[in-house]
């Protein structure tokens, strides 16, 4: 569920926690379905970019998301350089352990400001992946696609960014309350009129967009990644 904050979870039939796994932060919630446990993180998505908006983006008051998403669509991958830590609450989701705050690198003087608001959306989208890495090693599963639901699936760009940087198919359902509606069916198996949630997903969430990952795009930004992650490793001697 990707919103202000983003749950990145499975939906696994064991339950399999490790010390390594808390250790990275992991949460694990029992699931509305006898015999199935939530794992998942939580972790800062939104938030960052409101605030980036706020902060840079004031003067542009009209249809704002579509004014600013059309025009990073055409910066390449990896944002000419620029990298942002999203960290802007301490010691919280998957990259806690390098005890980082929020951070901007790269900057040059022909940065503009559309590429730092790209440089955010890749930055939590390097975060999500990070968190996949872990929340797969933690938990003993395969992960091999994303449904996102939330106000952030609505970004188009966001979810084939996802795709390119994940390499995975992102899914996102047609509704635009999916998390309100998934409330709403989670209540009728409770009382008995489906079955269970899958027959309930099947009846309500049969429409789905795909977002597939472009190869040539995923292999740039595995390099601009694993500098995320060098950057990481070097700020723990600031914090």
Known sequence: SSGTWEILGVRADTFNP???????????EADVEKGFWNPQFLMI????VEWTLNNFFQDISERKYETIIKKIESIPPGSNG???????VKDSGPLR?????????????????????????????FQMKEA???????????????????????????NQMRADVTGLPVI????????TLGAALT?????????????ARKRFFAEEKIFEPNAA??????????????SLESLKQFY
């Open 172 to 179: 996102v359902p047609v509704q635009r309350e999916a998390a």
């Open 97 to 125: 352990k390098y005890g980082a705050l929020g951070t901007v690198l790269g900057l040059t003087l022909n940065s503009s400001r559309f590429q730092i608001i790209r440089a955010v959306y890749e930055g939590l989208t």
């Open 187 to 199: 209540s009728f198996v409770g009382i008995g009129y489906y079955s269970s949630m899958r027959e």
């Open 18 to 28: 490790t010390k390594k796994g808390f250790e990275e932060g992991l949460i694990i």
């Open 217 to 230: 795009t995923n292999t740039i930004y595995n390099e601009v990644f694993k500098r995320f992650m060098e």
């Open 132 to 158: 996949l890495r872990l929340l797969a090693e933690s938990v003993n599963v395969k992960i091999d696609r994303i449904r996102v639901v939330g106000g952030g699936s609505r970004n188009e760009l966001w």
């Open 82 to 88: 620029i990298l942002f830590i999203p960290s802007f």
């Open 45 to 48: 998505a939104s938030a960052v």
